[in-house]
């Protein structure tokens, strides 16, 4: 081998070795990354919606400036976390969107997914609503993303529901981002007040959601059993669908 062609295989092992260092380094710092935000999450969990860059820092076992080496700011950090709880939320909602069984088994399990993950995280969750944490405006609003990306999946569920039945599913995504405004509002308000059990406050939404289903089916001669099974789509048909992403 002459000379200069070993000069070219070493610069190019070379240009190898820098590409996988960087993408070691660039992993490295995913990971780490990631470990931050469970940080955040814990010290939210333990100080409240109120929780300051002080508290996630101990939380973490690092200091401040540690902390900014991996978020520009408050707001990154802020929709770092956001981020993490739309995930979190996507991963329970997401296999009950590829599910056969009733009406109101569907609707109940979504229901109480979603009442479910706001009961166990409630700080988290008004960290995210409240955005007081955030010491800029967001260009990634993680409450708005998490409902379009919820009432996106919800509006495929009913479209496919309403095609299999032979009725126009021209509406669903105006119905299906009411709904997740309905259950919300209802989810911010039960949260505050804690007046009825989560059991309670998921039938009174089930009723009013299968009542809104109900008058839409009856408009086109339908009329059909909350409880009785909808097998109109059959596995092979789940199967093909396509999983939903969360982002």
Do not use: C
């Amino acid at each position: 081998m002459s000379s200069h062609a070993r000069h070219v295989k070493a610069v190019r092992s070379d240009e190898h070795g820098g590409d996988a260092r960087k993408e070691r380094w660039r992993e490295h710092r995913r990971a780490r990354r990631a470990e931050l935000v469970q940080a955040a999450v814990r010290a939210i969990g333990e100080h409240g919606p109120d929780v300051g860059m002080d508290d996630i820092a101990a939380e973490a076992g690092v200091s401040k400036p540690v902390l900014y080496r991996h978020f520009s700011d408050k707001s990154d950090l802020y929709v770092a976390v956001g981020e993490w709880g739309t995930d979190l939320l996507m991963q329970r909602l997401r296999p009950l969107f590829r599910t056969n069984g009733s009406a109101n088994q569907l609707i109940r399990s979504l229901l109480d997914a979603y009442l479910g993950l706001i009961e166990e995280y409630p700080d988290l969750y008004r960290f995210v609503v409240q955005r007081n944490f955030t010491d800029r405006p967001v260009a990634s609003d993680p409450v708005s993303h998490e409902k379009t990306v919820i009432a996106n999946s919800l509006a495929r569920l009913l479209g496919r529901y309403l095609r299999a039945l032979g009725l126009d599913s021209g509406g669903v995504e105006v119905w299906s981002h009411g709904l997740v405004g309905l259950v919300q509002a209802s989810g911010d308000w039960w949260l505050d007040r804690q007046t009825m059990s989560r059991e309670d406050l998921t039938t009174y939404l089930a009723q009013v959601i299968w009542s809104g289903i109900d008058g839409v089916l009856r408009s086109a001669g339908l009329v059909l059993d909350p409880d009785e099974d909808l097998e109109l789509l059959d596995q092979a048909y789940w199967e093909a669908v396509p999983d939903e992403g969360s982002g």
